[in-house]
């Protein structure tokens, strides 16, 4: 609770005469958001026998609805301001709601709590009436009411936490209605609307930090505190459903560039009903035209296409070697790598087909079964590598293009052309940027996949050396924060232990936790990494508080290409863990995922500690 501003202090004594009221009241602690006092009228109110009875209670969890509206309570106190509103309290399951004075005070180990003073039942309001407002106090929608002159009348909490700082800098008095807008004159055409059409919508962008995109719809209606004319607004956040839209747009076009320029026939599948949504020119030279109308006619077996794709949108495989149907019902050996996609804003499966057969002829089928893995795996490996460098063409190509567009559309508005040329030109540069920032993803996923290849056939250089594993970590989480100061790291613990690492392998490990961390962390980031040891071991554990891992997932997170089902929208390639497992091996060590109490992931890293041979022959290197 350091740092934090307290409240005006509330002695004893004060407590004691409280105590002898006969209007019920309670204290609520902020920093342990429990209730940590009451009078005897407020014992009554939370059916408790004790004070100490009622601490012992467990508030928690509490709803997001009342989490901001506390957190709204706690950033108004801290201006000295207070709250008269109605409260639901739930003492035992048992509904009571009361209107109550809130403000803020501090007692002895509380510097921040909150002093309630309820000043009546509310059961002059029928019961839809409190249902109404329980409702529009739990919603996620953004509620206000407004003067007509665009004074704030009152928000609901979810209003109020995303318009805080905005609110503080307006002030009391001056116009939050107008204000909010980034264009000033949507606010009077949408008032001219309503007045004619007695609601009035649109969808703007805001002036709040970050310039936010907002549906808006807006109401003329009665104030019943005052009887004149007030303006309700109703108002949700659509900024990702915009950004989202956009970029489907822009991945789509980068998806038909690199498809046509693909020399592997490529197919693109909807999951609902397994229509073909796309086909390359590749696929149509390659395949029999039974695709066309019918994907099961290009399998050799019936049921091998329901089967590929329950296997691939369950994410328990991705990769597959089978015979398929060609142009002429020649059947030959393919190798399918398929991905989970969206396309034309639906649900979709990329199928990437390799024709195998100049491979597969130089297998000996009655080998030993386990060469005759070996030679498949090889085989794998060797397509893969073949497919990463072959993609790298149509994506110089397309990247290439794109610089010529953008450097067309400068030379054009240096020469001052028309204003309306100039609006569509820019547009052309818009999307020439996000087809770019598409082409640096595929690079940076092929850069990964071929990182991974190196790692599996033993082309990974390893240098090793005597580290201090924690100083290690404490530097790199050092250099980290300097360019990503979102994220903070704690390195718990004063063990001093050495291990046999490569400083380069062992970074990108660290990188891809900590970016993990940061990423599928929503808000401010935390990682905490704690080290252990054993006789034969040094053991780091690595535990972050964002969105988790599905349990049933977990064992899966190391394979290529695989992500949790709890990832979408967010970047990333599936290939980090799988790479992380690669260089930890590389070291005679592991990582795996281990049980996690409380939300986000915990990993654990496995370092073997050095012979007495490797002491004598490595370096020691201290940070």
Not at 200 to 223: E, F
Not at 383 to 392: K, N, P, Q, W
Not at 447 to 457: K, Q, R, S, V, Y
């Amino acid at each position: 609770m350091s740092g934090l501003p307290a409240f005006p202090y509330l002695s004893d004594a004060s407590l004691a005469a409280f105590d002898q009221l006969m209007t019920p009241m309670h204290i609520f602690s902020f920093g342990n958001e429990q209730l940590i006092w009451a009078n005897r009228q407020g014992l009554d109110v939370w059916n408790a026998s004790s004070v100490d009875e009622l601490r012992q209670r467990d508030l928690r969890p509490f709803s997001d609805a009342t989490r901001i509206r506390l957190a709204e309570y706690r950033l108004a106190f801290e201006r000295g301001e207070d709250r008269t509103e109605t409260w639901a309290l739930y003492p035992e399951g048992i509904a009571k709601p009361r209107l109550s004075h809130c403000f803020g005070i501090s007692i002895e180990g509380h510097p921040q709590a909150m002093f309630v003073e309820h000043l009546l039942h509310a059961d002059k309001l029928s019961m839809n009436e409190l249902r109404t407002l329980e409702a529009i106090r739990h919603t996620p929608l953004m509620i206000s009411l407004h003067e007509m002159s665009g004074s704030m009348l009152l928000r609901n909490p979810s209003a109020a936490a995303k318009f805080a700082d905005f609110d503080k800098a307006i002030g009391a008095v001056g116009d939050h209605f107008r204000a909010m807008f980034a264009d000033p004159d949507e606010a009077e055409r949408l008032l001219v609307n309503s007045s004619i059409n007695r609601e009035a919508n649109t969808t703007t962008v805001m002036n709040l930090k970050g310039s936010p995109s907002h549906a808006i719809a807006i109401s003329l209606v009665t104030d019943p505190g005052t009887g004149g004319q007030a303006i309700l607004v109703r108002q949700r956040d659509v900024t990702e459903s915009i950004e989202a839209q956009r970029r489907l747009a822009a991945s789509e076009e980068a998806l038909h560039l690199i498809l046509s320029l693909n020399e592997n026939p490529v197919l693109v599948i909807a999951v609902a009903d397994g229509a073909l949504l796309l086909a390359n020119s590749a696929a149509e030279n390659a395949l029999c035209k039974a695709f066309e109308s019918d994907l099961t006619g290009i399998f050799e077996g019936a049921d091998t296409f329901k089967t590929l794709c329950a296997e691939l949108l369950a994410g328990s495989k991705s990769t597959w070697q089978l015979r398929m149907r060609g142009s002429n019902n020649r059947l030959f050996w393919a190798s399918l790598s398929g991905i989970r996609i969206r396309f034309r804003d639906a649900d979709a499966i990329t199928l990437i087909i390799t024709d195998i057969d100049t491979f597969k002829a130089d297998i000996t089928l009655g080998a030993n079964p386990e060469d005759f893995e070996r030679q498949i795996g090889a085989i794998q490996r060797k397509l893969l590598a073949i497919a990463s460098h072959e993609f790298r063409t149509p994506l110089a190509i397309i990247d290439s293009a794109v610089q010529r567009i953008e450097s067309r559309v400068n030379a054009i508005q240096k020469a001052n052309s028309l204003s309306d040329a100039l609006i569509h030109l820019q547009e052309v540069s818009a999307r020439s940027s996000r087809i770019r920032n598409k082409v640096r993803r595929l690079t940076r996923i092929i850069e990964d996949t071929l990182h991974n290849l190196g790692a599996a056939i033993g082309q990974m250089a390893f240098y090793p050396v005597q580290t201090d594993v924690a100083e290690f970590i404490r530097a790199f989480a050092q250099g980290y924060a300097e360019s990503h100061p979102r994220l903070k790291v704690i390195v718990d613990g004063d063990i001093s232990v050495n291990a046999d690492i490569d400083h380069d392998l062992f970074s990108r490990v660290l990188t891809n936790l900590f970016s993990n961390a940061e990423k599928y962390t929503d808000g401010p980031a935390e990682l905490q990494v704690k080290l252990t040891l054993n006789e034969r071991n040094v053991f780091v554990y690595f535990r972050d508080f964002g969105i988790g891992i599905p349990q049933q997932e977990q064992a899966l997170m190391f394979d290529d290409f695989l992500r949790g089902s709890n990832a979408l929208g967010r970047s990333g390639t599936g290939l980090g863990l799988a790479i992380s497992r690669q260089i930890m091996t590389i070291h005679d060590g592991e990582i795996e995922i281990v049980e996690t109490l409380g939300p986000g992931t915990t990993f654990r890293i496995r370092f073997p500690r050095p012979t007495a041979t490797n002491r004598a022959t490595l370096p020691t290197v201290a940070f």
